[in-house]
C-alpha cells in the first residue's frame, strides 16, 4: 500500500514441473555445485523410470510435481530464469516501483504504473521461450490493483489475483480503511472439498477413531495454511462439508443404510471435529 502499486502482473508458466529441460538445469546447477557426485545423483534422479499402472516410462524432461527435490531445483532454476534477471535487468528500465514475488514456478510482478506493467507483460513470454518454458496466455493477465471497487467484491476476475491459493483483494476495514485482504481461492476450496469427500468415501471402512484422528489432522492443516483474518467464511464453508461427508459414507459401512443426524449428533458430541479459526493475522 506505501509503494501505491496498482498493477499486476498475475503470470503463469504452463506445466513447468512437466518442462523443465534438463540439460539447462544441470548446466545452472554447475555454477552452484562443484561436487560432481551430486551433480551426477541429480541427474540419475531426474531420469529415473516413473511407474504408473503398469507402465514404466523414462522422461526426457521435467521433474516430478511432489518429489522432495522439485521445489528446490524449480527455485534454483527460477532464480537463474527469473529472479537475477528482473533485478539485474527489468527494475532499472523501470519508470516508477516494481517488485516481484515468487514460491517455486507461481510469482506476481507488482507495478506502480501501467505502462512499465505491460512492458513487462509482453517480454515475459520472450523471456521464458529462451529457456524451453511458456508463458500461459489465457491464465496470464493484467490486473488493476487498486482500492476503487465497491466493498465486497472480492471474489474473482478484475481486480483481483490468486497467488499460492489464495485471492487478494481490496475490502474495508471495519474503521472503514482501504485494506488489502485475502480469502481461500475458489478453486482451491472446490479441491479441498473434493478431497474430504473423496478421503471419507475410500477410508470409511477404517475404525471410527482412526478415521477421526486422521480426518482432524486434515481440517487443522488447511486451517494453519489458510487461517487468514477476513477468510472465516471460506474456513468454515470446508468444516460444513466435512460433517455431512463423513456422515454420509459412514452410513455405507457395510451397505446403504442412513444415519440419522440425531444419532450423528451423539457420535459428534463424543468426538467434536476442530472448528475453524483464525491463526495468521496478516
Given amino acids: 500500500m506505501k509503494e501505491h502499486i496498482g498493477w499486476m502482473v498475475d503470470a503463469d508458466v504452463s506445466a513447468f514441473f512437466d518442462s523443465l529441460d534438463h540439460d539447462l538445469l544441470c548446466e545452472m546447477l554447475t555454477q552452484r555445485v562443484k561436487d560432481g557426485a551430486i551433480l551426477r545423483l541429480i541427474r540419475k534422479w531426474l531420469r529415473a523410470g516413473v511407474l504408473e499402472g503398469e507402465t514404466l516410462s523414462y522422461p526426457e524432461r521435467g521433474s516430478p510435481q511432489g518429489g ?3 521445489p528446490v531445483l524449480a527455485n534454483v532454476f527460477l532464480d537463474h530464469v527469473l529472479d537475477g534477471w528482473f533485478e539485474r535487468e527489468v527494475k532499472p528500465r523501470m519508470k516508477g516501483r516494481c517488485f516481484l ?42 490486473v ?3 482500492p476503487t471497487r ?113 444419532t450423528f449428533a451423539k457420535l459428534r458430541a463424543v468426538l467434536p471435529l476442530p472448528t475453524p479459526r483464525i491463526v495468521h493475522s496478516i
Fill in 144 to 146: 488493476r490493483f487498486q
Fill in 101 to 142: 514475488l515468487r514460491f517455486a514456478d507461481d510469482f506476481v510482478i507488482g507495478c506502480e504504473r501501467e505502462d512499465d506493467a505491460r512492458r513487462i507483460l509482453a517480454v515475459l513470454p520472450q523471456r521464458f521461450a529462451r529457456f524451453k518454458l511458456t508463458i500461459h496466455p489465457q491464465k496470464t493477465r493484467l
Fill in 150 to 262: 465497491p466493498e465486497g467484491m472480492g471474489g474473482g476476475g478484475e481486480g483481483t489475483f490468486d497467488f499460492l491459493g489464495l485471492t487478494h483483494y481490496w475490502g474495508r476495514s471495519r474503521r472503514g480503511y482501504w485494506v488489502i485482504k485475502q480469502h481461500t481461492a475458489k478453486k482451491r476450496l472446490r479441491r479441498a472439498m473434493r478431497a474430504v469427500w473423496h478421503w471419507c468415501r475410500t477410508h470409511r471402512h477404517e475404525p471410527l477413531r482412526v478415521q477421526y484422528r486422521q480426518l482432524c489432522r486434515k481440517l487443522r492443516g488447511h486451517y494453519q495454511y489458510d487461517g487468514i483474518r477476513g477468510n472465516y467464511r471460506k474456513l468454515e464453508a470446508l468444516y460444513r462439508c466435512a460433517e455431512p461427508a463423513w456422515r454420509y459414507w459412514l452410513s455405507w459401512r457395510g451397505g446403504p443404510r442412513t444415519i440419522r443426524w440425531e
Fill in 68 to 70: 522432495v527435490v522439485s
